[in-house]
């Protein structure tokens, strides 16, 4: 398939695709007239890609990991070395504490709006109810 058919396939945008081709993180044959041609398992492998960079891991990390991922969306470590589960147990541990911020300005932030909402009167749009004239 071609890069456009990727990105429609993975709703990613072809720059990054080209990125992530740059990265080494993706291979692409090139035909006759220099257009990319991907074969089908770049569909899981870019799913794979932007799973990892949405968890928080950089792309070095990534490069490092993509050869370990033996089907689709697995990953799996026959020669896992110290440094590799070093990098990923402090690339989970920082992960672990952005789930925890995140968990905690959401709370904050719904609490807030639990009070917001609570002095305007529950109204929609936060409008404070009208006193009716006597």
Same mark, same amino acid.
């Given at each position: 398939m071609r890069i456009g058919e990727l990105s429609a396939r993975t709703g990613t945008p072809r720059r990054l695709l080209r990125y992530y081709e740059e990265q080494g993180l993706l291979v692409a044959e @090139? =035909? *006759?007239?220099? #257009? @990319? *041609? #991907? !074969?089908?398992? =770049? &569909? !899981? @492998? &870019?799913?794979?890609?932007?799973?990892l960079l949405d968890a928080g891991l950089p792309t070095r990390i990534i490069k490092q990991v993509l050869p370990c991922l033996d089907k689709p969306r697995a990953i799996h470590f026959p020669d896992a070395t110290p440094q590799m589960l070093a990098t990923l147990q402090r690339e989970r541990d920082r992960m672990t504490e952005r789930i925890e911020t995140l968990v905690r300005n959401r709370d904050a932030i719904g609490e807030y709006l639990e009070v917001v909402r609570g002095t305007a009167g529950a109204r929609p749009g936060g409008a404070a109810p009208q006193e009716e004239a006597a």
């Amino acid at each position: 398939m071609r890069i456009g058919e990727l990105s429609a396939r993975t709703g990613t945008p072809r720059r990054l695709l080209r990125y992530y081709e740059e990265q080494g993180l993706l291979v692409a044959e @090139r =035909c *006759a007239n220099g #257009y @990319r *041609a #991907y !074969d089908e398992a =770049c &569909v !899981d @492998r &870019v799913l794979q890609i932007r799973g990892l960079l949405d968890a928080g891991l950089p792309t070095r990390i990534i490069k490092q990991v993509l050869p370990c991922l033996d089907k689709p969306r697995a990953i799996h470590f026959p020669d896992a070395t110290p440094q590799m589960l070093a990098t990923l147990q402090r690339e989970r541990d920082r992960m672990t504490e952005r789930i925890e911020t995140l968990v905690r300005n959401r709370d904050a932030i719904g609490e807030y709006l639990e009070v917001v909402r609570g002095t305007a009167g529950a109204r929609p749009g936060g409008a404070a109810p009208q006193e009716e004239a006597a």
